[in-house]
């Protein structure tokens, strides 16, 4: 079983910068195809981005590209998340997830093990 533990989460102003990870334990993730995703409130969970097992592969969603960067690393069992450029709709808890098919997907029934979520705020 995996679990998925996301941290780095916090407070920060628009135009900042966070780096969000996702640290797995119970098993290796090197297999897997790991995802973000997040929920404003009041709203459903919204894709943000995906990588593939091998890190060759990553995809985002149209209103994070070219400011968010998915990364991993196999040795540490962990996933990442730079964001950069925040705007204040980026206001959201962010949750991983974990694909055993190792490719990840932007469907959030794709994943077999998520997070708890941790809270991004943007004040403008």
């Known amino acids: 079983q995996v679990q998925l533990v996301e941290s780095g989460g916090g407070l920060v102003q628009a135009g900042g910068s966070l780096r969000l990870s996702c640290a797995a334990s119970g098993r290796t993730i090197s297999n897997y195809g790991m995802g973000w995703f997040r929920q404003a409130p009041g709203k459903e969970a919204e894709f943000v981005a995906r990588?593939?097992?091998?890190?060759?592969?990553?995809y985002y969603s149209d209103s994070v590209k070219g400011r968010f960067t998915i990364s991993r690393d196999n040795a540490k069992n962990t996933v990442y998340l730079q964001m950069n450029s925040l705007k204040p709709e980026d206001t959201a808890v962010y949750f991983c997830?974990?694909?055993?098919?190792?490719?990840?997907?932007?469907?959030?029934?794709?994943?077999?093990?998520w997070g708890q979520g941790t809270q991004v705020t943007v004040s403008s």
């Open positions: 990588i593939s097992w091998n890190g060759h592969n990553t």
């Open positions: 997830a974990a694909d055993h098919n190792g490719y990840g997907s932007r469907w959030r029934t794709s994943y077999d093990h």
